[in-house]
Every structure is written in C-alpha cells, then in structure tokens.
C-alpha cells in the first residue's frame, strides 16, 4: 500500500510539473516530487546502500532546487520592477515583461544549473548512477520521466523568457551536452553492472537532447 501510495504520488507531482503554467507552482511540484522518490529509494532500495542513494539523490535535488527558486524570483522580480511592483510568476503574464538582456544571464544561469541536476546533466550526473545502483527498479521509467521534466522545463520557461541569453549560452550548452553524450556512452561502455550500465545511457542521451 505505501509502495503503491509513493509512486501515485510521484505520478501525480509529475503531471502537476507537466500542466503548471505558473513557474512558482513548478517549482512547488518539483519539491514535492523529492518527498516520495526520496522515501521510495530509501524503503524499496534493493541493496544496502538505498539509504545513502537516498541521502544522495535529496541533496542533489534540493541544491538544484535552490538554483531553480533563485532564478524564478529574479524573474518575477523582473515584473515587479517594470510594473510597479506586482509581481507574478505567471508564465503568459512573464512573457509581456521581457528581460532586459543584461539581466538575461545570470537568471539562464540559475534556471539552466538547477534543470541541469535534474536532468543529470554532465557535470552534474553523480546522483543518477548511485540512486541506479541502489534504488528500486520497480518504478524506474517514472524516474526517468521525472528526469525528462527538465528538457520540458527548457522548452517550456528557459528559452522562450531568456532568448537572448539562450542565444548567448548556446555554444557552452552544447558543449556540455555532447561532452556528456560522449561521456556517458563510454562509461556505459565499460561497464558490467547492468544498472550502472542504463544510468550512464540516460546520461549520454541526456546530453544528445540537450545539445538539441
């Protein structure tokens, strides 16, 4: 029943990731999925070390979470200042208050190492292949899904309210997505534990979507 009540769970903070049209409720569904991935891992883990998976891929989660919160309040920031100060972290109501492009950076910055987490982007991965080895597998393509909000996220929030950064930042994010297509293919390579094998997969096909 709790296995079962976690993974609806999880589910549903997914869908709510996928239908949030406000960046704040994004984030808020974001946290929320931590709760019972986290608990997930650490229960149903198949090996010894789930607990340590666990503590591992909260960390992770949380630090990229930060980064993520950093950037949305600068952007609703943004909008308070061009309207006299009402903010909102509506996406349609962000899209009529353009960033000035000095200020585009830094917020793409945020947004981009805090998805980046998420996506267990190289060089921010080390989760992915702990929490592969120890968690359970019984759920593993909702974590994976999980993984792919944060192509979505881009696609969605990043690229349409920071074109010009996005321009600006293309080259280095290519490098890093096929720096870590490379990356992953080779480890997945040489590797003889299976779970350890597909987590280093989803890392170099991460990369491939990313350079994208």
Do not use: C
């Not at 931590?34 to 989660?61: C, D, E, K, N």
């Not at 390579?189 to 170099?204: E, K, N």
Request: glycine residues 10%; aromatic residues 10%; positive net charge.
């Amino acid at each position: 029943g709790a296995f079962v009540a976690s993974a609806l769970a999880l589910e549903a903070a997914l869908m709510g990731m996928f239908t949030a049209l406000n960046l704040l409720q994004f984030w808020l569904f974001a946290l929320i999925e931590v709760i019972p991935a986290a608990f997930l891992i650490a229960r149903y883990g198949t090996s010894p070390g789930r607990s340590r998976a666990a503590w591992q891929f909260v960390r992770s989660m949380l630090g990229g979470l930060a980064m993520l919160l950093a950037g949305i309040v600068l952007l609703g920031w943004n909008h308070a200042a061009a309207t006299n100060g009402a903010w909102s972290f509506d996406l349609t109501t962000l899209l009529e208050t353009p960033v000035p492009e000095g200020r585009q950076s830094l917020i793409f910055i945020l947004l981009f190492a805090g998805l980046a987490v998420r996506l267990a982007l190289f060089p921010l991965h080390s989760w992915l292949p702990i929490v592969a080895k120890h968690g359970t597998v019984a759920i593993g393509v909702v974590f994976l899904v999980g993984v792919k909000v944060g192509i979505y996220a881009l696609l969605r929030f990043v690229l349409p309210l920071l074109p010009a950064a996005a321009r600006q930042w293309d080259g280095a994010v290519m490098v890093l997505g096929l720096t870590g297509m490379l990356y992953g293919a080779l480890l997945a390579f040489i590797r003889t534990d299976l779970r350890r094998l597909l987590a280093f997969a989803v890392i170099s096909h991460t990369g491939a979507l990313v350079a994208g």
